[in-house]
């Protein structure tokens, strides 16, 4: 048996009396026809359409507006950094973004589940990311890589080595050669001089305690044609 809760819905005695008369004569109770009602709505998703916020054209692209309970409206967007994507809330009333996020975090439903995936750990296929994108009508995509199929796997390894902890002393020019090297095996963007410079030069003189070999593997592959 499915669990049920009470919704409270307001209407003056003039108008619940032509709605309880009108439910009487469909021989169903006020509450049954308040339910169909939604659901038919929603079914048809002319409610859902109704609800979801509409995009902007924001300082960051698009951006959802989220509001909390008392009317305060925060702006959502997907703001990918270099491989890897990334779910972004700011307050747009103040000069810098940055607001109280301990205490906007339970504002909202929605609010709540944004915090839920910026904190967790996701990427762009975890299905919580991609399920609030599509909600606030945000592309999920936006930004995102395009590889050979021969090379997925191993971009997927590296980026396993991806250390945004900041133990190791040279985590900082790890990221940097990951992102690199992806960089230099996407499809979607041509390959700059620079970081196919730098990137090789950093091959060369190889300081790492990890072996090199992926590493070598993923430079050997970049398409300089």
Known sequence: MKKTAQLLIKMSSDLREAFQSYAQRHNRTASELVRHLMEDEMRNARMVNMLSPKLIDGPYGPEAPVSDKDGKTYHVHVAPFRSQTALRI??????DGFFDQSKARSGST????I???????????T??????????ELDPDAGRPTLKEADKALVADLEQHIDWSGRSNDYMRLNQLIFDLIDLLRT???PEFYI?????????NWTFSLPKAPFKDAFDRVDRN
């Open 90 to 95: 700011y307050d747009p009333s103040t000069k």
């Open 110 to 113: 929605m609010l709540e589940r």
């Open 115 to 125: 915090f839920s995936v910026i904190e967790g750990n996701y990427d762009w296929d």
């Open 127 to 136: 299905p919580a990311y991609r399920q609030v994108c599509s909600e606030l």
């Open 188 to 190: 979607d963007q041509f």
């Open 196 to 204: 196919y410079v730098g990137t090789k030069q950093t091959l060369e």
